[in-house]
């Protein structure tokens, strides 16, 4: 300890001896003459940053010498970059001013890209768009703007290995680890002001993840005073929207308030019968005591509801294109959607932070509690209401076993063709018919969450040499999942047990439920998690380093409310509690070659638990979870180099992270060499591995012109050979075929070295935009996007797809040519995009008005944009037979992009 004072004091006499530079300067509007507070400076090489005062006058102190890049950045307004050379000597800058930045229309772009998840289950593949909004790197910028609509990952990896927070108070959820973006929807103007550190690098709000960390600051005080409205016409996921925001901005008594509200709709999107109605509401209010502390109380209320979407077979697509979804009808002369979905997570926070010139301290606490509902069909001994089902379909009498029938598949396709759509009244005339009982009903899945979190972080600054950091948070949450049936259509009651198998979901319960009653399943699931961090920053004349190391607690436990007479022995009462201890290192070291040329590397060594998502085999019937549960290990390195010269940005970049002993659990009906029936698939010591490199650079031709270069070359595959488990449901099983009971071990499948699904590994973009003096502005980007591939079905990558269920032996014909024409991995079809934006901003009499305008897939090309492999032809024979046409009935299914779209926004700010 005495060792360790006194290495810090000599730092710092070392510190103070060394020879620094003092500049000084003020910030103002271009045109307005209006000083520009909290505008954030920094030499481009440091992470250390300083602030304009409410004056726009800033003084900072640096200690680095020789030519150094400094840049002057502020919300809505173009970031300046130009030279300094440091050598002891007072600068003064003057008055420095700054133009409004017309191109920030283009965040609304990419907010309207990522709300409107497209398809069922597309949330599972979620890009990471979102997090990338507040950079200013070319790469993620064209990331996120242009590869987005190929939902492109960055790194391949998912969202959930990035951290969102609120105020310093993390966002991310538990059941999947991903940020919910659509509890603050609408609000651009709002929650715009964020700060993104990517990939590895030092946050002082959190340990932070792999992909990067997004700090939303909702302080009244750092927003631009005023009234904006805006209206917004789009052909996306949403028609129409208008909001208006006013920002008091900082009064002499210390208040700032700010309040913001939304509408969005749409009666249909891009894709057919998706509905949108969301409505948002904001309100900040902040004060301030003193220059150094102040107190800050957020709401925000944000409601999303909308009709979701299916992927399809080519089959499908053929006939229909597209645009179509299989999800809705007309009833009563008005589109219904079957699969909807809503959300309604209200959030409270309240902050507190102090800033001193060498201290930082923020503490933070949020509450929220809402739910997150999923509406589909229920049938019972009943035939599929799914238009798209495989027995009305043409390929079903081609690829019957007993030979083609032509005839009946041309009947088939006449009446898809004629009927593609859900029949609602036929559903309510099948319920007319069998009495008081519901054959079909409609009904929600519901997540009804309440969290709980507390965060603080402290950073101290040791003169300009050593930085010190310290934090943690704390969250918890208790989920009640359940059915709750939402329409009987027509009938009157519902008999709550599982026809196949004639047992009680709810065997202590009413068999009848009538409509807004919990049915099928119901439980809790309670789950808490502690984080504390550390790191330590040291900056050098010509380096500096950091380390940070991070130690968290995760405990979760399911509790049931229904006892299932399928599982009267686990389903109801509280289970196992699972808890995991992890640890985590993370370090980065930068040489700075000159103030223009520096060179970065960071590592990082990650335990973490499981998403509660792979923790529960089958959490609405029972409480088993996945035997051996392991934590996840993930090991990171990137290696970057940084040129920012006068009229030459840019940045290469290369990666390499490894996923190790993660889980994954799947639910689909299978026909196998053991059996056939709904199933639980079970994958556990699943590694992977993703390595490649990035790049952009931006070139200022003229003060006019601009041009940039930026693509990702990756390589993202399956690391190891996992190991498979299903579980046999035995209550689902479908016509007449009989299922083995219990567990059974598959043993390993055949993965290593096959493609992820993460979206395309290639992209390339090339680009140019021109900047007028009379403030307009127009941008293209020509995109290339390759090498991406669909999700494997991992069943048929075991020994047990070689069995005849009929005879218990390999299949004779199964020889190793066989199988692998017939398991050969699908890449899709590469990806060519022309994106055109522009704007236009007009002053007059002192009010601010602008126009933006986006044409995204300009030459309106049709393309996969992910897709995965059918589970239900489990053997070798069946996927032979299925694929004898070219035309198999359980072919993968695709999601497909939206062909040309436009965004069209105008704003006035008074």
Not at 368 to 376: K, M, P, Y
Not at 430 to 456: F, P
Not at 858 to 878: L, M, P
């Amino acid at each position: 300890m005495r060792l360790a004072i006194i290495v810090a004091v000599l730092c710092c006499t070392s510190l103070y001896a060394q020879q620094s530079t003092r500049i000084t300067g003020q910030l103002m509007e271009k045109s307005t003459d209006i000083p520009i507070s909290n505008a954030t400076i920094t030499l481009e090489n440091i992470s250390q940053k300083f602030a304009t005062d409410t004056s726009g006058k800033f003084e900072i102190i640096l200690l680095q010498t020789g030519e150094q890049i400094l840049q002057i950045s502020v919300l809505d307004f173009i970031t300046k970059r130009f030279s300094v050379y440091l050598e002891g000597n007072p600068i003064d800058l003057g008055s420095i001013y700054l133009e409004r930045d017309i191109a920030r229309e283009q965040t609304d772009n990419l907010i309207s890209l990522t709300d409107g998840d497209l398809s069922e289950d597309f949330e599972a593949v979620s890009s990471s768009m979102g997090l990338l909004q507040s950079t200013r790197d070319i790469f993620l910028n064209r990331a996120a703007f242009d590869f987005g609509q190929a939902f492109f990952k960055v790194r391949g990896y998912d969202s959930r290995n990035g951290n969102v927070l609120m105020n310093g108070v993390p966002m991310n959820k538990f059941f999947d680890g991903r940020p919910q973006w659509n509890n603050w929807g609408g609000l651009n103007d709002v929650v715009r002001n964020q700060e993104f550190t990517h990939s590895l690098r030092l946050n002082s709000n959190t340990f932070g993840g792999i992909l990067g960390n997004t700090n939303i600051n909702t302080r009244p005080s750092g927003f631009r005073p005023g009234l904006r409205l805006s209206s917004s016409l789009s052909n996306r996921t949403y028609r129409g929207r208008l909001m208006a925001t006013y920002n008091s901005g900082e009064k002499p008594n210390g208040l700032a308030y700010s309040v913001s509200a939304s509408r969005r709709w749409a009666k249909e999107g891009f894709v057919k019968g998706t509905l949108y109605d969301a409505y948002s509401f904001f309100a900040a209010l902040e004060y301030q005591f003193n220059p150094q502390n102040s107190i800050t109380f957020t709401s925000i209320l944000a409601r999303n509801r909308r009709g979701r979407s299916s992927a399809l077979t080519e089959e499908v697509f053929d006939l229909m294109g597209g645009q179509y979804n299989p999800y809705w009808g007309k009833q009563g002369g008005k589109i219904r959607n079957s699969r909807e979905r809503e959300i309604f997570e209200p959030l409270l926070l309240f902050n507190y932070a102090l800033e001193k010139k060498n201290i930082n301290w923020n503490v933070g606490v949020a509450y929220q509690t809402g739910i997150n509902s999923r509406s589909r069909l229920g049938y019972y001994n009943a035939p599929n209401p799914d238009p798209t089902y495989y027995r009305y379909l043409p390929s079903y009498h081609i690829n019957s076993s007993i030979g083609a029938d032509f005839i009946n598949a041309n009947l088939a396709k006449d009446a898809f063709l004629e009927n593609p759509q859900l029949n609602w009244e036929q559903l309510y005339k099948a319920n007319a018919n069998t009495g008081e009982k519901a054959s079909y009903l409609l009904y929600d899945d519901v997540a009804q969450n309440t969290t709980i979190s507390g965060a603080t972080s402290f950073t101290c600054t040791v003169g300009n040499l050593i930085q010190l950091g310290f934090g943690g948070n704390y969250k918890t949450t208790t989920s009640g999942n359940y059915a709750v049936i939402q329409d009987l259509l027509g009938a009157t009651y519902h008999e709550d047990m599982d026809t196949f198998s004639n047992t009680l979901n709810d065997s202590d319960g009413e068999l009848q439920k009538t409509e807004g009653e919990k049915f099928n399943y119901n439980y809790n699931l309670d789950a808490s998690q502690m984080e504390g961090f550390a790191q330590i920053q040291l900056t050098f004349k010509k380096w500096d380093g950091f380390i940070s190391a991070l130690y968290s607690n995760f405990t979760v436990q399911r509790d049931g409310f229904f006892k299932n007479e399928r599982y009267l022995e686990n389903s109801f009462g509280t289970g196992e509690k699972i808890a995991f201890s992890n640890l985590a290192y993370k370090g980065g070291f930068t040489y700075f070659v000159t103030g223009r040329h520096w060179f970065t590397a960071n590592a990082a060594l990650v335990e973490r638990p499981p998403i509660i998502q792979n923790i529960f085999i089958n959490p609405r019937e029972n409480n088993e979870t996945v035997p051996g549960l392991q934590k996840e290990m993930v090991s990171s390195v990137d290696l970057s180099y940084f040129v920012r010269l006068p009229g030459l940005t840019a940045r290469i970049s290369a990666f390499y992270t490894r996923f190790q002993h993660t889980t994954d659990i799947n639910f689909f009906f299978v026909d196998s060499g053991l059996g056939s029936d709904f199933v639980q698939e079970v994958i556990t010591g699943l590694d992977k591995l993703h390595k490649g490199i990035e790049f952009g650079f931006e070139y200022e031709a003229s003060s006019s012109v601009k041009l940039t270069a930026a693509g990702n070359v990756g390589h993202y595959v399956y690391a190891s050979d996992p190991f498979i488990q299903i579980n046999f449901d035995t209550s689902g099983a479908e016509e007449d075929l009989i299922a083995p009971e219990g567990n059974i071990d598959l043993g390993i499948a055949d993965l290593k070295n096959l493609k992820l699904a993460q979206g395309p590994q290639t992209a390339l973009a090339l680009g140019v935009s021109y900047r007028a003096p009379k403030y307009w502005w127009i941008s293209g980007t020509t995109n290339y996007l390759t090498n991406n591939y669909i999700n494997l079905s991992t069943i048929t990558r075991t020994s047990s797809f070689l069995i005849d269920p009929e005879t218990g032996e390999p299949f004779p014909d199964a020889s190793e040519e066989h199988i692998d024409k017939l398991l050969e991995q699908n890449q899709l079809d590469d990806i060519y995009l022309l994106n055109l934006v522009g704007g236009k901003s007009w002053l007059i009499d002192g009010k601010y008005i602008s126009f933006f305008a986006s044409v995204n897939n300009v030459f309106d090309t049709v393309f996969r944009t992910g897709g995965y492999e059918q589970s239900r032809n489990g053997n070798f024979g069946q996927l032979k037979q299925d694929n004898l046409s070219g035309s198999p009935s359980f072919a993968p299914k695709y999601w497909y992009s939206y062909g040309r779209t436009y965004f069209l926004n105008l704003a006035i700010s008074f």
